[in-house]
């Protein structure tokens, strides 16, 4: 897990955008602003899970491309 503090996270993060804050609407009855709010952390969740996938995808490519390197410099 070094790998995980060891990569920068705070530069990658992209703002939030005007649309993208979270709304809170008082008006609605307390278990649709639930259903609401349940909807927006699903969604926050969905798209740290991709981000996630694509970074262990591309931690696997290096890991890979480091092994490639190391058997050609020891199979000489």
């Known amino acids: 897990m070094e790998l995980w503090w060891t990569t920068p996270t705070e530069g990658q993060l992209p703002k939030t955008t005007r649309e ?3 709304v809170q609407l008082d008006h609605l009855p307390a278990w649709k602003q639930l259903i609401m ?3 927006q952390v699903q969604t ?3 798209h740290l ?7 262990r995808a ?3 490519q ?3 491309e ?3 390197q190391r058997w050609v410099l020891f199979d000489r």
């Open 62 to 64: 290096q890991v890979t």
């Open 20 to 22: 993208q804050t979270p």
């Open 66 to 68: 480091l092994r490639q």
């Open 49 to 55: 899970m991709a981000e996630s996938k694509r970074q």
């Open 37 to 39: 709010e349940s909807r």
């Open 58 to 60: 591309a931690l696997k």
């Open 44 to 46: 926050v969740s969905m």
